[in-house]
């Protein structure tokens, strides 16, 4: 498929164009200071409507070489103070004193920076702002308003991007993938995945998410193990707002929600609300999703402290689609759902308590402490037919001379949790060479797993709500990171970060006698992290970093194993290097990285000692690629934001074992080098906005993602074929009297209407003397639509 050689030549034409000289050389000069004239390092400055922008160094001096003779809006900005703009005409040769006065209370986002990358971390990372998830939120969850940022591929069960949504980043599933709320951790514990169906319309709660790629920096919770995703919901709105969402479109998705704030009372106090509703039938058969959700957070703030009560909550019923299409459906009956019991369902409802604050010690410390707690409860429901009583614990069921020893019933599976702990950080700036944050976090998660039978075609000697099982764990996680920027020169900046984390997990797993019993793994790991930040001039700077991550296994592997077949843990060594050029027109980064692998757990069809399909450690692999991204103006009403990943996935010496149906054992077979799982080699992104006429914006909305394989043999018949779709996306943004903005966005997804599958697996066994392979995909909807209205008062 030739589709992305147009993002090759692209991205080497615009590597060519950087290395041009410019055709004006004016140079803007400046120094930012505070209001006590101390200098300022590390303020951005930005000249208004261009990519062109660099940051000031230890004497808080800047410099933008290549400027038009023509007056520009320089914008310059620092967390904790004002925001200044100024109008100046570089062809004057001008010095710029600008000072920038500390903001009346203090930011919500000190919080989370000590968990973020910046412009020194040295490391692939990508902002998204809420004026771009605005964009695209109608309805969908945040994995699909993700979609088009670099090395990420999304997936839908339902096929329609509400209710249960999937994202691999760079090939890493979401149980590798650390996500954080405010700096506090989200991850399941257990499964160590990321559930967003149990945030409905979150989204419009947030007003900022980081995509580190890669180990990325320290942070709280689940190991990063491929990537993270760090999400802000606080930001203190000053002014008083309201504000009403709705739209609705193709599946019969409708969304509405309401959202209000009274600004700063009295200088010192903010309230925040959403409540939320979002309806999808799905593009799967019966794949419904009914979500309700309400965001709620009140505020205290000073000069030099805040203190933040968040309080929300997800309640979601969801048909279950988790089976897929069968392969030789996929031309007949691509919308096919092998359920049919009416309330096969999902039903979940998990609340968020948050307290977060963070206080001023002196011009140089501050402290950051939060606390929190989950409570999550929940089932999912199935009819089962001809399901055994022994499979219950039940006797078999004698009427006269007959035994019956199956029946018909309808069982809920429940999980029953509460996730408490807190996170802190002591941030240090010498608002010179030396920057530093220490911090950590620890947490337990209980969680109570039980089954019950609701109800049976032959009932036998059973009461409704019976536990037929109940498996109850303990999980605590303590973790402890430090790290520290230094300015060695002008140009270059350094730094280092390395973190302890411990992990104490206890749970009903089977001994070596083959006996469930309660048991405990206990571990412990270090992480460190290094790298360098080399400031070539005011448009170019190059980067390179080396980090250490490592996981443990999940649920799973603990509980469906004993001491003696349990896997071992994983461990990432993750080398990056980039490049990073911006001028008015053009802002450009080229990424490399290689992250070498070891005891990688996968799936490889072997049945270990307790008859478990486990993941096992696979000795050797890596993911080794180049992520370019750029954005470019091509005229003053165009734009182009693009991106694309060039990757080698490989597992060395796979081992793949098969049931074979004809004798009752498994057979192994050995391959050399093979494709990692779910690892495309391209994923490519492209977003053309063209802005003909003011408050009008449309766009040309890409994705490209490459052949993937379902398991690590590289097998064509095992295989997520290429797609590319193509949105259309219109916003008229306006201002009345009576609103502060309306703005009406129109998507057409897919308009190509490519027929495509983005998940998959595959169980491949040996009967008659052939290896067969059944394959399951997940189909996600052809040519479809969303339409919504955005009004703020």
């Known amino acids: 498929m030739k589709k992305p050689t147009v993002y090759i030549h692209f991205f080497v034409a615009l590597l060519w164009l950087s290395t041009l000289p410019a055709w004006a050389q004016h140079t803007l000069s400046g120094k930012v200071s505070d209001a006590d004239g101390g200098p300022l390092p590390g303020a951005a400055v930005t000249v208004e409507g261009t990519y062109k922008g660099t940051f000031t160094d230890v004497n808080g001096a800047f410099y933008l070489t290549n400027l038009k003779p023509t007056a520009v809006s320089v914008q310059v900005s620092m967390l904790g103070y004002e925001t200044q703009r100024q109008t100046v005409d570089p062809s004057k040769n001008d010095v710029l004193s600008i000072k920038l006065s500390k903001t009346a209370v203090a930011v919500d986002e000190v919080v989370v920076s000590a968990t973020r990358a910046n412009q020194k971390s040295a490391i692939a990372y990508t902002d998204v702002t809420r004026r771009e998830l605005n964009k695209l939120n109608l309805g969908q969850d945040i994995p699909q308003l993700l979609n088009f940022t670099p090395s990420i591929v999304t997936t839908s069960d339902a096929g329609a991007g509400v209710g249960y949504t999937g994202i691999r980043i760079r090939g890493s599933d979401a149980t590798r993938v650390n996500v954080t709320l405010n700096g506090i951790p989200y991850n399941d514990a257990e499964s160590q995945g990321t559930f967003f169906v149990n945030m409905p319309d979150f989204a419009s709660s947030v007003s900022s998410v980081q995509i580190q790629r890669g180990v990325g920096t320290s942070t709280n919770g689940a190991g990063a193990f491929g990537a993270s995703v760090n999400i802000q919901t606080n930001k203190l709105e000053e002014k008083p707002y309201a504000e009403v969402n709705l739209s609705g479109g193709s599946f019969g998705t409708r969304k509405v929600n309401v959202l209000a704030g009274t600004g700063l009372l009295n200088n010192h106090f903010v309230l925040d609300a959403r409540l939320s509703k979002i309806y999808s039938d ?90 929190f707690y989950t409570k999550g409860k929940g089932y999912y429901e199935e009819y089962r037919t001809a399901d055994k009583f022994s499979n219950y614990g039940l006797p078999d069921v004698v009427i006269g001379d007959s035994t019956i020893r199956q029946t018909d019933l309808i069982r809920r599976l429940w999980l029953d949790n509460d996730f408490y702990g807190g996170v802190f950080s002591f941030d240090y700036n010498s608002f010179g060479k030396l920057t530093a944050n220490i911090g950590g976090g620890w947490n337990q998660y209980k969680g109570i797993h039980y089954g019950e039978i609701i109800w049976s075609r032959v009932a036998g000697n059973t009461n409704i709500r019976d536990r037929y099982y109940q498996d109850d764990a303990t999980k605590r996680d303590f973790n402890l990171y430090a790290k520290a920027f230094y300015q060695f020169t002008p140009k270059l900046n350094a730094f280092v970060d390395a973190q302890i984390r411990t992990i104490d997990y206890s749970f009903l797993g089977f001994n070596s006698q083959l006996q469930n019993v309660q048991q405990d793994a206990k571990l412990t790991f270090f992480n460190p992290k290094a790298g360098f930040t080399y400031t070539i001039n005011d448009r170019s700077t190059v980067y390179a970093s ?198 009406f966005t129109l998507l057409f997804n897919n308009v190509l209407n490519e027929l495509y599958e983005s998940n998959g697996y595959t169980y491949a066994y040996i009967s008659e003397g052939k290896v067969t392979a059944d394959n399951g995909y997940y189909p996600q909807a052809g040519r479809n639509f969303l339409a919504g209205v955005r009004i703020r008062f």
């Open 282 to 371: 799905g593009y799967i058969d019966r794949a419904f999703s009914d979500l309700k959700s309400f965001y709620l957070s009140g505020g205290y703030y000073t000069k030099k402290s805040f203190f933040r009560l968040n309080v929300f909550s997800g309640q979601e019923k969801t048909y279950q689609a988790w089976n897929g299409v069968p392969e030789e459906f996929l031309k007949t009956n691509r919308t096919y759902n092998s359920f049919t019991y009416d309330n096969q369902t999902d039903n979940y409802q998990q609340d968020n308590y948050q307290l977060i604050s963070s206080h001023e010690l002196s011009k140089n410390w501050r402290a950051n402490l939060s606390f």
């Open 546 to 743: 080396v980090g250490v991550g490592q996981r443990e296994p999940n649920r799973n592997d603990y509980t469906q194993s004993t001491p003696e077949s349990r896997p071992k843990a994983e461990k990432l060594v993750d080398y990056e290097a980039g490049y990073k050029v911006q001028n008015e027109n053009l802002a450009f980064t080229a990424n490399a990285y290689f992250m070498n692998y070891t005891n990688q757990l996968v799936l490889s069809g072997q049945l270990n000692d307790v008859g478990a399909y486990n993941r096992v450690n696979i000795p050797s692999s890596y993911r080794a690629g180049v992520e370019l991204e750029a954005g470019v103006r091509l005229a003053k009403q165009l734009r182009w934001n693009v991106n694309a990943t060039f990757s080698r996935n490989r597992v060395k010496n796979f081992t793949e074992y098969l049931d074979n149906f004809d004798n009752g054992q498994q057979e192994s077979r050995k391959y050399g080098q093979t494709d990692i799982s779910f690892s495309p080699n391209v994923i490519a992104g492209s977003q053309l906005l063209f802005t003909p006429a003011k408050g009008l914006e449309l766009g040309l909305l890409s994705k490209y993602v490459g052949k993937q394989y379902l398991d690590n043999t590289s097998n064509e018949n095992r295989k997520l074929n290429s797609y590319f779709t193509n949105d259309i996306r219109l916003i008229y943004t306006l201002k009345t009297k009576f609103a502060q903005e309306i703005a």
